[in-house]
C-alpha cells in the first residue's frame, strides 16, 4: 500500500510514502496527518489518497514516521474540496492543505481542545453596558469589554493581555461591575439564554427566507440584494433557525472587517448553543478550537473570514456569504483561492443552499443572476421605512479647491454640523500627501525601491512607501537643488484633517485609516467616541465604510471620486460604484435621512451619472454591456502568470519561456504579453506577467492543466519567483 502524501512546500506534487513501520494499515484513511521524512527534515503532511501502486522506484521509497490522528482529521467533504480548489487553482497541495487548515494542526498538535483554562466572558449587563454609553469615559474598559463580545465562546487571560495594558486589573473592574465573568473551559460551549424574539418580516424578507428555507437540503445559490438596513442580516438569522431546526448546521462567512462585535452579539442573542467564531485576531489555540467545536458539531453556527470556508462541518446546511462583492474572499498571495467561488462549490458537492448577501454584488455575482444560474432575491425598502440617501455629483471644475474641499462643499458641512449633526468625509489615501514636491526643480520624494512616490506622513515625521514599507526622514532640502521649498503634493487623509481641525475648531474631529487605528483596541475606542456622539467629524479611508453605521451621521462627502473612475483596472468604476454607496450606506436612518455628496471632475463620467440617478442595479447593466463589449470578465475567464526578480531580464525570460510553451496549446486562449506590471519594481523587484483569455472557461482550464505541467517540469531559475493567479481580481 502506498500513501499519496501533500506535504507542506512549494513544489507542485504529492509525495509517495509507505505506511510506517508497525503501522495496521487498516485504519489508515485518507484526511488524516502523517509524520514524514522530507529531506532532511521532518515534515507533518496530509493524507491524500491511498494507492496500490507508485511511479517511484520501490527501492526509493521511505516508510512514513507516524500517523498523528486516530481517524480522519478531514471529513471527505473538506477533503474533496481542498482537491478541487488545488486541481482549480493550479497550487502546490501542499500549501493548500496548510492554508486551509489551523496553524496548530498543520504543526501536528494533537485535535482536541488544548488543555482547559478558565475563560472570560461578557455577561448579558456587559452587552447592555456595551452598547449604551455606559462606558464613554472608560475607553479601556470599553475596549476589554468591546473584545469579549467578539469572543462569544469565551476567551483566555493570555490572548486577552495585548488588549489594553493593564489587562488583568481591567478584567477584574469589569468582573467587579457584573460585566464580565470568568467561567471554567468546558462551559464555554453552553447556550446562552435567549429572550430574544425575532421580528415580525416585511414581505420581501418572508419571501426570501420561504424561498430559502424550502431549498434547504439541495443545492442553490440565492443572491440577496438589499441596501443596508433592508433587512439581510435577519433574512440570514431566520434561513440559520430553519437550518438548525433541521438539525443542520450554518456557515457565515464575512469580510474581516465586517466581522464586528454587533453582528456576533445579535448572532448570539438569537441563535442557541455555542457559536464557532474565526478571524484573525484570536490566538492559535482559540482557532484550533472553534474548527474542532464546528467539526464535533458543538457548535452549530460557525461565522468567520475568508479560511473559514475550509471550516469542517458535522451537518452542513447551509452557507452564507455577507458582502459577497467584497475584494478580501480573495486571498492575494500564495494560495490565492476566491473564498465566495469555493462556497459554491462546496454548496454544490454538498447539496445544500448558498446565499450571496450585498448591498452591491459583484458584477460576476449579477451577471450570474441575470442568466438564472442564481436566484435573485431582492430587498428594496429600509426596514422601517426611510428613504436611501440621495446622492449629488458636485461638478468641482474650476472651483476654488480649499485643500481639496470646494465651497459648496464646506458650505454644506458647515450647515450640517450647526444642527448637531454628524458628517463622514471619505477619502481613500491615507497620509498628509501622496508625494512631496521640490517647488524650485520639481523633484519627487520617488521610493528607491519602487516604481512609486513615497508619501508624506506628517504626524510621523516620514517618508513612507505605501508599497514595500521603506521610509525615512522627511527632506528639509531639496537632494537635487537644494531648495527648500518642499511641499506636499495632493491630499491625503492626515491633510484633510488638518484643513477641517482649521476650518472648524470646535468641532471633535475623528481620523479613521490604517494609522490612526494601528494599536489594537483603538479601532474600537475612536468607534465607541463617535457612538457616544464626541466626535462630530469623521475622516476616513474606506475602514470607514464597513461594519459600521454611524445613525447620526446625516451628510456622507466623497472628496475624490475620480481615482476611482479612470484607474488602470478594468473593474476599477465597480469598485468606485461599490465604495460610494457603501460609504452612503453608513448615513441616516428613518428620522434623519442622509446626503451623500461626490466631488468629482467627470461629472458627466455615464457610469456615475447611471449610478447616482437610477441606482445601482442599473449601473451593474450598464458595466455589465460594457465588459461584454470589451470582452472581460464575466464575458472571458482570465488567469495570469506573474513573475518577478531582482533583474529584469529574469523575468522576462521566464515568462518568454512560459509563452513558448503556452504557445502549442493555446486553443481558444489569447495569450497577452509578458508585459511589465504596472508597477514595474516593487520592493527591489522587477515585476512582469503573462494574462491568458479564453471565452470558454473550459478551454482555460484544459490549456492549464497541460501547461502547469510543463512549466513545472522546466528548470527553475531560483532567481525567479513565479505564481498562477486563476481567475485574478487584479492585475498587478
Ligand atoms: P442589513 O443586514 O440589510 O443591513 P439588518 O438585517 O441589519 O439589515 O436590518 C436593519 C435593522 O432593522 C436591524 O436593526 C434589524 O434588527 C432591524 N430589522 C430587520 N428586519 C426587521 C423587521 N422585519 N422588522 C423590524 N425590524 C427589523
Ligand atoms: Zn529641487
Ligand atoms: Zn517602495
Known amino acids: 500500500m502506498i500513501?499519496?502524501?501533500a506535504v507542506p512546500s512549494r513544489l507542485y506534487q504529492t509525495f509517495d510514502y509507505l505506511p510506517p513501520l508497525n503501522c495496521d494499515p487498516a485504519i489508515l484513511q485518507p484526511g488524516m496527518r502523517v509524520q514524514v521524512p522530507f529531506g532532511r527534515q521532518q515534515m507533518v503532511g496530509f493524507l491524500v489518497e491511498l494507492a496500490a501502486d507508485t511511479a517511484i522506484d520501490p527501492a526509493n521509497l521511505r516508510p512514513a514516521l507516524a500517523i498523528l490522528d486516530a481517524e480522519a482529521l478531514l471529513p471527505p467533504d473538506v477533503l474533496a474540496l481542498i482537491q478541487w480548489a488545488q486541481r482549480y487553482y493550479h497550487h502546490p497541495p501542499g500549501e493548500v492543505f496548510t492554508t486551509a487548515l489551523p496553524v496548530l494542526l498543520r504543526q501536528g498538535e494533537p485535535a482536541t481542545v488544548p488543555t482547559p483554562t478558565p475563560l472570560w466572558r461578557i455577561t448579558a449587563a456587559g452587552l447592555v453596558a456595551l452598547a449604551d454609553d455606559s462606558l464613554r469615559r472608560a475607553p479601556v474598559q470599553w475596549r476589554m469589554l468591546d473584545y469579549l463580545a467578539r469572543c462569544p465562546e469565551g476567551a483566555e487571560a493570555e490572548t486577552l493581555r495585548p488588549v489594553v495594558s493593564h489587562s488583568a486589573a481591567t478584567l477584574r473592574t469589569l468582573r467587579d461591575k457584573g460585566w464580565a465573568e470568568q467561567i471554567a473551559a468546558l462551559e464555554g460551549a453552553t447556550p446562552v439564554p435567549t429572550s430574544h424574539s425575532p421580528p415580525v418580516l416585511n414581505v420581501a424578507q418572508a419571501e426570501a427566507v420561504a424561498t430559502i428555507s424550502a431549498a434547504l437540503g439541495r443545492f442553490q445559490v440565492f443572491l440577496l440584494e438589499g441596501v443596508t438596513g433592508s433587512g439581510k442580516t435577519e433574512v440570514y438569522l431566520q434561513v440559520i433557525e430553519a437550518a438548525l431546526a433541521q438539525g443542520r448546521q450554518a456557515l457565515v462567512l464575512t469580510p474581516e472587517i465586517g466581522l464586528t462585535p454587533q453582528l456576533l452579539a445579535r448572532f448570539r442573542e438569537r441563535l442557541p448553543g455555542p457559536l464557532a467564531v474565526s478571524h484573525s485576531g484570536l490566538s492559535d489555540e482559540e482557532r484550533l478550537k472553534a474548527w474542532l467545536m464546528a467539526r464535533e458539531g458543538r457548535a452549530r453556527v460557525v461565522v468567520g473570514t475568508r479560511s473559514a470556508v475550509f471550516a469542517p462541518l458535522q451537518a452542513p446546511g447551509v452557507l452564507i456569504i455577507d458582502e459577497e462583492h467584497d475584494p478580501s474572499f480573495k486571498q492575494?498571495?500564495?494560495f490565492r483561492y476566491h473564498a465566495r467561488?469555493?462556497?459554491?462549490?462546496?454548496?454544490?458537492?454538498l447539496g445544500i443552499p448558498v446565499v450571496l448577501g450585498s448591498a452591491t454584488p459583484a458584477l460576476e455575482s449579477c451577471y450570474n443572476a441575470q442568466r438564472e444560474r442564481y436566484q435573485l432575491l431582492s430587498l428594496p425598502d429600509r426596514v422601517g421605512g426611510g428613504t436611501e440617501s440621495p446622492i449629488h455629483i458636485l461638478d468641482v471644475r474650476r472651483q476654488p479647491m480649499r485643500e481639496g474641499l470646494s465651497q459648496p462643499l464646506l458650505e454644506r458641512i458647515r450647515a450640517h454640523l450647526d444642527r448637531d449633526e454628524q458628517v463622514l468625509l471619505f477619502l481613500n489615501r491615507r497620509g498628509f500627501s501622496p508625494v512631496l514636491l521640490c517647488h524650485e526643480c520639481g523633484w519627487l520624494s520617488l521610493c528607491r525601491h519602487c516604481d512609486a512616490r513615497m508619501t508624506l506622513h506628517l504626524r510621523r515625521q516620514r517618508l513612507i512607501c505605501h508599497h514595500c514599507g521603506d521610509h525615512r526622514s522627511v527632506d528639509t532640502a531639496c537632494p537635487q537643488c537644494g531648495c527648500v521649498d518642499l511641499r506636499g503634493f495632493g491630499q491625503g487623509t492626515e491633510r484633510l484633517e488638518t484643513a477641517l481641525r482649521q476650518e472648524f475648531p470646535e468641532v471633535g474631529l475623528t481620523r479613521m485609516d490604517r494609522d490612526s487605528t494601528r494599536r489594537r483596541g483603538s479601532l474600537e475606542a475612536l468607534l465607541a467616541d463617535i457612538h457616544a456622539g464626541g466626535r462630530r467629524l469623521l475622516v476616513g479611508t474606506q475602514m470607514l465604510a464597513k461594519g459600521h453605521h454611524f445613525p447620526d451621521v446625516t451628510l456622507v462627502g466623497i472628496v475624490d471620486a475620480d481615482q476611482g473612475l479612470y484607474g488602470i483596472d478594468f473593474r476599477s468604476s465597480e469598485r468606485m460604484a461599490q465604495l460610494i454607496l457603501q460609504v452612503a450606506g453608513r448615513a441616516g436612518r428613518a428620522e434623519k435621512p442622509g446626503t451623500v455628496i461626490i466631488q468629482t471632475h467627470h461629472p458627466d463620467h455615464p457610469l456615475l451619472r447611471t449610478l447616482v440617478s437610477r441606482g445601482y442595479p442599473a449601473f451593474a447593466e450598464e458595466a455589465l454591456a460594457e465588459r461584454q463589449a470589451a470582452l472581460l470578465p464575466p464575458f472571458a475567464h482570465q488567469a495570469l502568470l506573474r513573475a518577478d526578480a531582482v533583474d529584469a531580464e529574469r523575468a522576462t525570460a521566464f515568462l518568454l519561456k512560459a509563452r513558448a510553451l503556452a504557445e502549442p496549446l493555446a486553443d481558444g486562449l489569447e495569450l497577452l504579453g509578458p508585459a511589465p506590471a504596472p508597477m514595474e519594481r516593487r520592493a527591489g523587484r522587477y515585476r512582469a506577467h503573462l494574462l491568458m483569455q479564453a471565452a470558454?472557461?473550459?478551454?482555460?482550464?484544459?490549456?492549464?492543466?497541460?501547461?502547469?505541467?510543463?512549466?513545472?517540469?522546466?528548470?527553475?531559475?531560483?532567481?525567479?519567483r513565479w505564481s498562477l493567479d486563476v481567475d485574478p481580481l487584479e492585475l498587478y
Open 3 to 5: 500513501l499519496r502524501i
Open 332 to 334: 492575494q498571495e500564495g
Open 341 to 349: 467561488d469555493l462556497a459554491i462549490v462546496r454548496g454544490r458537492q
Open 696 to 720: 470558454q472557461r473550459q478551454d482555460l482550464h484544459r490549456f492549464l492543466q497541460r501547461w502547469t505541467a510543463l512549466l513545472w517540469a522546466e528548470r527553475q531559475d531560483r532567481q525567479v
